[in-house]
């Protein structure tokens, strides 16, 4: 038996605050109908899948999480919210009857398709030469094996600002004396 002033006791409380923060910001997020608090909810869900980062010993991709989704992302869909227009003359509709029970269809079939993809796949075993998460390791790793990757990444990322600005832009209506 664990006790929880042990240093396992301890770690596993630790893990189960981190996992219960990404859980509640995931619900606050998914739930929320102001787009503020949604974004709030993403926040703390990105929050806590950098602790998860950082429990699982990769200290450079828990800060990398909080730089890009948290400071970047998150802070961009907010200026997104600012510069949209605050009185759109419509409103969006809550869709039809038919939205949900599709929508948990669609998802099901997702699950079930990538599930059995899984477990008839042939994996491979761990590699002999483990990557010890050292700054110096990732680095080699993103400039020599994962080179097109990491490009590819930010130029989503970037396509995705540049997206985000446009619609948000769309949305204005001209005031003033132009």
């Not at 990105?46 to 998860?52: D, K, M």
């Not at 009185?87 to 998802?107: I, Q």
Request: glycine share 10%; hydrophobic share 55%; net charge negative.
């Amino acid at each position: 038996m664990v006790s929880l002033f042990s240093a396992e006791g301890l770690s596993s409380l630790v893990f189960v605050f981190i996992v219960i923060t990404t859980v509640i910001g995931a619900v606050i997020a998914t739930h929320s109908e102001r787009l503020i608090r949604a974004v709030t909810g993403l926040a703390i869900c990105f929050i806590g899948v950098a602790g998860l980062y950082y429990y699982l010993n990769s200290p450079f991709v828990a800060l990398m999480e909080m730089l890009i989704y948290v400071g970047a992302v998150c802070v961009t869909i907010v200026f997104a919210v600012m510069l949209a227009d605050p009185n759109p003359e419509r409103e969006a509709g809550k869709g039809s009857v038919f939205t949900g029970p599709l929508s948990f269809a669609l998802g099901f079939i997702l699950f079930w398709g990538l599930s059995a993809l899984a477990l008839k796949t042939a994996w491979q075993g761990p590699a002999t030469r483990v990557n010890d998460g050292s700054l110096e390791e990732v680095g080699k790793s993103l400039l020599t094996h994962y080179s097109m990757a990491f490009e590819l990444i930010s130029v989503v990322l970037l396509l995705a600002i540049i997206g985000a600005l446009v619609l948000a832009r769309q949305g204005r209506t001209p005031t003033g004396g132009e």
